[in-house]
Each structure stands twice: as structure tokens, then as C-alpha cells.
């Protein structure tokens, strides 16, 4: 199937518009991404028809929500084919999710002088949770080296993790370096030293087909909000083995089974988890996200972002003085591409990208530890998604280099 | 072009601090100096400061950011130097009014500051405009020996 890319932009009116009297290209989809018309409707379709609180209550629209909620559940656990239903949590995005694991799964596996391995690529979210474990347990943080590419330094992850590993925690895409990683291969690894693998998903699930089955990981965490679904939505996925084990960490409504004076029990699996009132029309949108994906296909997307940064990359490294951070085969990476033009800060960058009405990100993306291991203070960063086109790139590529002449030329 | 709307904020005058920044390194002998960072961007900034009796006699600031940030640092310097410590107080309160698009009452102490007013219609960088500000603020707290916490006393 051929996907007529370009007109995708007509299911997201936020696109349709002018910033700064000039035609509007977003390229900041590995922020947030924008909400075609399906997943608006969805939302204003249950809350039409349908909103109650779920799991409680008899009368209809209780029912009606209950099933809309738990129906959500199943698309996103056969989206990422998922063993069983009972293993999605919906949480409020990666960042729960990969706090939840790092409290829970931590305090009931790692002690101290124990191992918790993590990488230079990773963001905030998948550093200070695992900072605070440490602290709390004694244990030992390390970080997996990356390669003059950006890379993950395999050889370099062989030595990191040991028999003393508890936890191995990686991105399966750098939201920066845009580098896919080889999860299989590094979960096998971490399986035969008997440690657990927890995956920020984050970047991935919205460009790509994952299957949590083949990666066997046993913690696959992602949002809702950068695969097209509302904010606030978003679900960690976790191998019924340690979930079972593990203690909740909100307890309130929702999660209960028997509730006494001095002692309470716990719903079974996922509610266990998930105490009062859950982010219901988030869920519902989230389903509807995937509908919208999946009718196009995981292939078909992560296709189109290859073959943008395949067009792309040659005209940006013909382009003097540019620099270009992580891997330059377009096989090997995402559709983001973080840059930096030479004596230009990257916030000057987006403000003049901006009123060229190419929205890109400057900064240091979540991830200082990352700048401080490539030597930069902060990037530039556009990011492309499944209703960016040829000319979004083109418009990208002009952007940036009036950019570059407007500085140069004013600094002469 | 679109880009000529740029240059209602980069200026030639805000360029040519960018890039000819007045007063950075560092003094031998500061009375007071702090590092201030925006942690939403990464720019760092340390200024110094040397105060005798209520006046500033020297200043010098250092440290990386964007064009706006650098220039804006350049031309502190310029406006506080041998001013007094409340009168520098006064500036630190009056740029901050510019940069929101009003004017202030003391447009020629401001000097080339002034021609930063062209920020308040970008307000993503207000900040960057105003983090050496900040800081000289911060380091003239309690009659010039600076706040608690974020000083480095060499």
C-alpha cells in the first residue's frame, strides 16, 4: 500500500495553519505530537454519550465506559502483542511508568551493593528514578558507553552488566541520537546474568511495530501523547511474573478487593495497580490513536520516516558547518535528527525557524547527561512523524540555511 | 523573507555584543561572584563582581548561552559599572520592564540594553535576556555580599 502522505494533513486541523504569516511545519513530534480528527471525536463521542465512572455501578453509562476503558486496554495490549491483557497498566505516561518500576520492582528486588545499568543515551526519566533507587539501596548506577556514532557501545555493554545486574533499563529509541537500539540481544543478555529488563518505549511505539513478546522484555513503558493520543495517558507493560510480586503504589479506590479496618486486600491484575478514578477518555483516545495507526501500519509509518531522513540527510551534511549527531544511515535511525549549526546557539536556531513557521526544539532535550557526553551545552532538534512530507523536508532544509546565512551574515 | 521579521530582535547592535562581548573573563579579585543557570536551556552564567564602599568598581561575567543571553550579559556590564548598589538594583527592575514591552524612566543609564526591547514580542526568550540580570541581582542581595547558597567564595 502506497500512503498518500500528503494528505494526512487534512485529519489534523492544527496543521492547517499559518505561524508567524508563513505555513505551519511541525517537526517537534518527538515532544508531543498533534491529534488527528479521529482521536478528537472519539473523546467528545464518549464524553457525548458514554462518560461514568468505571468498574463501579450498575446503571448504563457505567457499563458503557467500563467497556470503552477495558476495550482500549485490549487494543493497546494487541498492539504491542502483549501475552495477556491483565499485563497493560495505563498509567500517566512514561515517566509513572518507569517510576513505578524503578519503586515497586526496585524495592522488592535490588539491595545493596546490586547493580542498576542504564546508558548515556538515556532521558531524565529514565535516569533519575533509577538515581533514587540507588541512593535509597546502596546500590551502584552505571552507564553503558555509546560509540563516536552514537551508538550503544556493545563490547562496552558486555563488561557494564554482571552477575551483579539487577536491572538493565534502556531506550529503544534515543529521542535525541535517534538511534534505534538491539533490545533482543541485550535483554538475552541481561536474562542469562538473571537481571530484569525495563524498556522506555517512549520513541519507538509511536514509529514502529513492537512486539514486547519478541523483545522479551519484562518492563516495556511508553505515552500515549507522542503516538497521537491526548496527554496524560499512558501504560506500562510488565511480564505477569513481577507484577504479581509487586506491591501497588497508590492505594485508594479502583485497587481494592476487601477493604477492613486495619488490613486491605487488592484487586487482581492490571486494577491492582490503577487506584481512583483512571484518565478514562485518555484511554479511550489512546485506542483511538491506534485504530488511526494501525489502518495506516506500523511498517508503512516507520517506512515514510526512513525514506524522509534518506532524502534529508544528504542535502543537511552538504550543508557547511552543520552538524549532525547520531547515525547517518537512514536504516539505522528514526525520523530525529539533532543538529547544530556551527557558532550559531541552537535557541537562536528555533526562534529564526521559527518565524519561518518551522517548529523545531532547542535544548537539551531531557537528557544533559547525553550533551554533556557528546560535548554540547544544547542541539537543535527537528523531528518528523507519519503527516510530515518531501515538502516539509524541503521547507526544513531552506529554513536552515536562512538561518545560517541571517547569522553569519550579521555577525560578519 | 521571513526572516527579516528577525531583525526586530537581533539587531546589529545585540549581534556585535554576541559576538565582541564587553567585560567577559574574569577578575582577579571579585568581592562577589555567582553562577546562574537556566535549566531549561542549559545556558550557564557566572557574574562577578567587585564592590567598595556601596559601588561597583568592576564587573565581569562568563559562560555559554544563545546570542540573546551573551548580548544581554555584554551590555549589564556596561549599564552597572561604578554605579551603586541600589542604583544597580534600579536598572536590574527597569530592564525587566523593557523586556515585557514597557519603557522605563531610566532609558540612557540602560544604554545599549535598551535595544533588547525587541524580546517582548518573542516571550520564549524573556529568560535569556534576563538570566545575567538575575544573577548580578542575586549576587548584590544583603549590600553586595550576595545570596546564600549559590555563591562561590574562592
Known sequence: MTVPYEHLVKDFKILQQQVNDEPLVYL???ATTQKPEAVLKALEAYYHTSNANVHRGV?????RATVQYEGAREKVSRFINAPETAEVLFTRGTTTSLNWVARSLGDLIVEEGDEIVISYMEHHS????WQQLAKAKKATLKYIELTDEGLLDMSDAREKITDKTKILSLTHVSNVLGVVNPIRELTDYVHAKGGVMVVDG????PHMSVDVQALDADFYAFSGHKMLAPTGIGVLY??????????????????IDFVGLQESTWKELPWKFEAGTPNIAGAIGLGAAIDYLENIGMHEIMSHEQNLVAYLMPKLEEIDGLTLFGPKKASERTGVIAFNIDGVHPHDVATAMDMEGVA??????????????????????ASFYLYNTMADADKFVEALKATKEFFLHGLD | MALTKLDQLYRAVILDHSQHPRRRGVLDK?????????????DVIQVQLTVEEDKITDVRFDGSGCTISMASASMMTEAILNKSIDDALMLVNEFSEVVQGNKPEHERELGDAMMLSGVSKFPARIKCATLSWKALEKALAQNGTGVDGQLKHD
Request: glycine letters at 8%; hydrophobic letters at 35%; one cysteine or more.
Open chain 1, 28 to 30: 517537534d513530534n518527538a
Open chain 1, 59 to 63: 446503571h448504563t453509562l457505567a457499563e
Open chain 1, 126 to 129: 529514565n535516569i533519575i528514578p
Open chain 1, 202 to 205: 517512549a520513541q519507538a511505539v
Open chain 1, 238 to 255: 510488565g511480564k505477569r511474573q513481577w507484577l504479581e510480586q509487586m506491591e501497588p503504589l497508590e492505594f485508594g479506590g479502583e485497587m
Open chain 1, 360 to 381: 523545531v526544539r532547542a535544548g537539551h532535550h531531557c537528557a544533559q547527561p547525553l550533551m554533556d557526553y557528546i560535548s554540547q551545552p544544547a542541539t537543535a532538534r
Open chain 2, 30 to 42: 571579585a568581592t562577589t561572584q555567582i553562577e546562574l543557570k537556566n535549566p531549561t536551556c542549559g
